[in-house]
């Protein structure tokens, strides 16, 4: 076990997250170097992730490391009955960095347990996905110039959205306000509500994704409402398109407004807010490198970067 | 389970009663009694084990008790008892004294007893031991160190 490894956005102290955010700003400013030349890591995806994986691996590159890995667990030994303990003890005989995606959810913190080479989880299961939230948390940053004294509006599916659920934990290190914004089937589970509660952060529930709602936020982070997620397929019909943002919506809203989206996105986003200034969902995406070189530096110990590029 | 009657001119509920050196484990919930008795693994001892259920409890009820001659249980045994029934009370007995009356002590941490009932969850998928934080005593409720889903204490298995 080490310490070094990233593994649930909830490990990370707010002195943690400013210090990242702060290492995100200097690489979007220095994105190509030589820091990680000599280093050899490994992006390990028990299930596919095309998006993620290519971020990763854009951020190693781009800073002069090395990557091997896997993307299709299928063509490994995993489809063999090889056990995850044994698949991270032979790739950690090779590597500096493991940077994985499992499909069962506790199996990056079980992987940073069995070796002592640092993990960084890119995603298991349902659980956690701290560089996610590390792009959402650099995001709003990055557009707001504050993660104080914000309102952040969460629209959609906020039951099994795992991307809101940790941006909520890693936002209450911050004063920020949150509207919760979905069907009841969908709303946010009562643990972080009660989380909420607990801890003085403020918060609205509604159902109705109205413009009072969209005009007093500074940030609204949408998410998709899956099919599959309705054992009742009259009711999915019934909510589907009320979480939908159509550009007319954005008429009064703030200035400093930005729209955020983990994606893929489907219809929850109309393609005509994408023209609209107060998009930001693509650029969330491209904040990923940042945030990810600024994690991956983290994970290895690379403290001095800031001498090296100089 | 056989019951403490090694004497047949004294009466049984003197033989009952008195334990001369053993463990007595008290105040245990009567919907309890059993899955206790079956993790202290008290069906495969040879020694004699007196077992009461459904007995007047002012605290519980209804209440359980276990007690157990000659034998003296480890520490991580007891703990498991407070998974499942953090009332119970544990005495030790010496010559017929009680010499030590302890209420059970869960640990912060739950090794490798329960199941975490998430089907996802890495502990259900690869050979190793599950892990559980304990997040809130009575009632006992846990929370899975890896996959972080919660256990309240009708879930315990």
Known sequence: ?310 | MNLHNSNMNEKKELAVAALRNGTVIDHIPADQLFKCVALLGIESLDKSVTIGNNLQSRRLGKKGIIKVEDTFFPDDVLSRIAIIAPSAVINIIRDYEVISKQPVRLPDEVIGIVECNNPKCITRNEPMKSRFRVINRNPVTLSCYYCEHELSAGQIK
Not at chain 1, 160 to 166: A, E, L
Not at chain 1, 203 to 225: L, Q
Not at chain 1, 266 to 286: H, T
Not at chain 1, 288 to 298: E, S
């Open chain 1, 1 to 310: 076990m080490n310490n070094s490894s990233i593994v649930s956005i909830n490990d990370l102290s707010k002195q943690d997250i400013l210090s990242l955010l702060d290492d995100a700003a200097f690489f979007e400013q220095h994105p190509d170097s030589k820091i990680l030349d000599g280093k050899l890591i490994a992006t390990l995806f028990f299930e596919p992730s095309t998006r993620t994986r290519l971020s990763f691996e854009t951020a190693v590159n781009r800073l002069g490391g090395k990557v091997i890995g896997f993307s299709d667990p299928a063509a490994t030994s995993t489809s063999k009955g090889e056990t995850l303990k044994d698949t991270i003890k032979m790739v950690a005989n090779y590597v500096d960095l493991i940077i994985m995606r499992h499909y069962l959810e506790g199996a990056a913190r079980y992987a940073s347990e069995v070796t002592d080479i640092p993990v960084i989880n890119a995603g298991d299961g349902a659980h956690q996905h701290p560089s996610q939230t590390m792009l959402d948390l650099y995001s709003i940053f990055k557009t707001q110039n504050t993660l104080d004294g914000l309102t952040v509006t969460m629209v959609g599916d906020l039951k099994y959205g795992r991307t809101v659920h940790s941006l909520l934990m890693a936002l209450s290190h911050f004063d920020v306000r949150f509207n919760f914004v979905a069907c009841p089937e969908l709303q946010m589970p009562e643990e972080f509500i009660t989380f909420c509660r607990n801890n003085n952060i403020r918060f609205n529930i509604s159902e109705d994704f109205n413009a009072e709602v969209i005009n007093e936020s500074d940030i609204i982070y949408m998410t998709r409402v899956q099919r599959e997620r309705f054992s009742d397929l009259m009711q999915y019909e019934r909510v589907k398109d009320l979480y939908n943002l159509h550009n007319a919506m954005l008429d009064d809203s703030k200035p400093n407004l930005r729209i955020l989206h983990p994606l893929p996105r489907v219809n929850e986003i109309s393609q005509d807010v994408d023209d609209n200034p107060k998009a930001y969902y693509f650029q969330q995406a491209k904040n990923g490198v940042f945030a990810r070189q600024a994690m991956i530096c983290r994970a290895l110990g690379i403290t001095n970067f800031r001498d090296l590029i100089k």
